[in-house]
């Protein structure tokens, strides 16, 4: 058995040739799903930035589409940076009533939920006013149907020792601040 003859070489050779081949296919199919598995993590990638950029998209929409909202709501809050139009208004509004004001105070208070997160501050005005009785329930009433969000948390009057019609007191305002 030691002489091999030819139809034996060439079978041999045949076979060989073919374990190449299948070995060749099978490294080939695991290439192949290799790169399938790369282009699928890519495929689904960019499936998420499409849509993290669908949604930007629709985001800045929202915002273009309720900025004059937001900009009216924001008009209703006090800014703590600047609260001089609100100041403005009310001296006008105790103007138009016929009130002597004074702005004695202010302060920012946080105002937490139930948790302890801060929501929000209030701003505490506190107005030391002068007048008669129907001018101060006028401005009382005024200051109650301003365009911000403010609630009247106290208000005291006396009645001016040296005149009977002209009464003197304090109002607490609490409002809302931004």
Sequence with gaps: MKHITKSQKIAFFALSIFLLVCAGYVFLFKHIAVLQDKLSEITSELSV?????????????????????????????????????????????????????????????????????????NMKVVLFVEGSWKSLYHFMSLLEHMPYVATIASATFTVDEGSADTWKGQIDLLCSAR
């Design 49 to 121: 930035v499409d849509t993290l950029e669908a949604h930007k998209l629709e985001t800045e929409a929202l915002l273009n589409r309720t900025k004059a909202g937001r900009e009216e709501i924001a008009s209703y809050f006090i800014s703590e940076e600047d609260p001089t139009p609100f100041l403005e208004l009310v001296e006008t509004l105790g103007k138009d009533a016929g009130v002597t004001l004074e702005v004695e105070a202010i302060s920012i208070d946080p105002v937490s939920a139930d948790e302890g997160k801060s929501v929000g501050d």
